[in-house]
């Protein structure tokens, strides 16, 4: 799912005492949706992420936890309620400034072009980061179906963060890996939250990993709110 770079640079964001500055509260209010008409899979929910947060999600299958990391990311539009960046509705078109890594990096890349191009798609393939994510220089040369899970899913963290993204959703993004890749690239998004305080939301049944890398745990019943 690429996301165009947003030319913006990480190294503007501050962080004081106070929290990080240059970045913004992403907020979802009141939110309703649904895949049928009339049939809302949830009503009234809401949820903050604050600069520089990891929220760790989690919430019985099929409640509709990936649907909302598709409304935050902008690839669907709630039926009701409001997704506000700092107040602001976030952009319609252009670079988005929530950005999804799923489940199955395989599905997310164009397998017809080299990791480089792909990269590109986010504006990341000059950062120093990718040596952060463990990704090898000579990788960029290759076609998806010739890297690992684990290699793809570094390429699909690093086009989403190479765009400046201001909150990363991580929806069961290192659920198929093993558990080395896994404390791995959570090792690394832990470190560039740190460096960049961009906002994370973790999306996983994964408790005892949501507990290892997350600042504060919700379910999802506890974002919903009575229908009004
Ligand atoms: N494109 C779609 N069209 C119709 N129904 C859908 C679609 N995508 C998901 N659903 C349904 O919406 C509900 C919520 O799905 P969603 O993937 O958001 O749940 P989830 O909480 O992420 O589940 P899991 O923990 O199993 O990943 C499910 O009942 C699912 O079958």
Aim: with cysteine.
């Amino acid at each position: 799912m690429p996301q165009k770079s947003a030319g913006k640079h990480h190294l503007h964001r501050k962080r004081s005492m106070a929290g990080w500055s240059g970045v913004f509260m992403l907020e979802a209010r009141g939110l309703r949706y649904g895949y049928k008409r009339d049939q809302p899979l949830f009503h009234n929910l809401s949820i903050t992420i604050a600069p520089g947060e990891i929220v760790g999600l989690s919430g019985q299958s099929g409640t509709g936890k990936t649907t909302l990391a598709k409304l935050l990311a902008g690839f669907a539009k709630p039926d009701a309620g409001h997704i506000l960046l700092d107040g602001h509705a976030l952009p319609a078109s252009g670079v988005h400034p929530v950005q999804l890594v799923l489940q199955h990096p395989e599905h997310a890349v164009n397998p017809r072009w080299k990791m480089k191009k792909i990269l590109a798609e986010g504006g990341g393939a000059g950062h120093n980061f990718l040596e952060t994510l463990g990704i090898s220089r000579a990788w960029l040369e290759r076609y998806p179906r010739e890297l690992s899970g684990g290699e793809l899913q570094r390429f699909c963290l690093a086009r989403a963060l190479g765009s400046a993204a201001d909150y990363l959703i991580a929806d069961e993004m290192t659920t198929m890996l093993d558990a080395v890749t896994q404390a791995q690239i959570w090792e690394a998004v832990l470190h560039m939250r740190n460096e960049w305080g961009f906002g994370v939301l973790a999306i996983s049944h994964d408790q005892a990993l949501l507990k290892r890398v997350a600042d504060r745990l919700v379910s999802f019943p506890e974002l919903l709110q009575p229908a009004d």
